[in-house]
């Protein structure tokens, strides 16, 4: 079964348009993270979670927001899309903030127009 | 911030020989160092991690060596199987808790 849950899979939109990338993990984790990989990239840190309390916040632009409904969940909203979003998004987890590996999901792969 | 410079972009290794990839980081304060295993159209799999306590780990056919004077660490895959073919990354950050810092990546290809 899977342990981090990344919906969907693949996700097309258009310039300018809003989208929302959902991230569940059932590991029991207390903190979660978004990375971003794009083409000729490293992948990129962007936020961290813990406790459902934002961390860390690399990504410069406020286009970008996370959103923790629950204790195991982290999506990521991302509004005013444009075709440099375009990119595979992971969600992690990890036991917490002070240890632990970091587990990666399977990744949502974003194609804007 | 951080760069990590992941200095194999590809490698070819003969199956039963071994591979080397090698990282440096620029940040003094990094002190926890992960590699992943991306195989293709998969997510990223922890392989091993090193923090800066040790200077060696190995974990079966793994062995991360870290060298902190010259901020270099490597992955070294002993007798190489077909299915270590993917690609590696390595990952630098001041502890566990914050935000890794990634390489672009190494992508290992064992042949028979």
């Known amino acids: 079964d899977p342990k981090i849950i990344q919906k969907p899979k693949y996700l097309v939109a258009v310039t300018g348009s809003e989208k929302i990338l959902i991230c569940e993990q059932y590991?029991?984790?207390?903190?979660m993270y978004w990375y971003r990989q794009s083409a000729k990239k490293p992948l990129e840190f962007m936020f961290s979670?813990?406790?459902?309390?934002?961390?860390d916040n690399q990504t410069a632009s406020s286009r970008f927001q996370p959103q923790s409904s629950k204790k195991n969940h982290l999506d990521l909203q991302i509004t005013a899309l444009k075709p440099d979003d375009s990119a595979t998004y992971f969600c992690?987890?990890?036991?917490?903030?002070?240890?632990?590996?970091?587990?990666f999901g399977p990744g949502t792969r974003l194609t804007v127009l | 911030g951080e760069k990590v410079e992941q200095h194999e972009s590809t490698l070819s290794v003969r199956e039963g020989d071994s591979a080397v990839i090698n990282c440096t980081y620029t940040d003094t304060a990094s002190s926890y160092f992960p590699w992943y295993k991306q195989e293709a159209g998969k997510s990223l799999h922890f392989v091993i991690d090193?923090?800066?306590?040790?200077d060696r780990k190995q974990s079966q056919r793994l062995i991360v060596l870290l060298d902190k004077k010259a901020k270099r660490f490597s992955l070294h895959i002993t007798a190489t199987q077909p299915e270590d073919s993917a690609i590696y990354f390595c990952a630098a950050s001041p502890n566990y808790a914050q935000g890794l810092t990634f390489g672009l990546g190494t992508r290992v290809s064992v042949f028979p």
């Open positions: 590991l029991g984790h207390n903190a």
């Open positions: 979670y813990s406790y459902q309390k934002l961390m």
């Open positions: 992690a987890s990890s036991q917490d903030r002070l240890g632990g590996r970091k587990y």
């Open positions: 090193i923090r800066s306590n040790v």
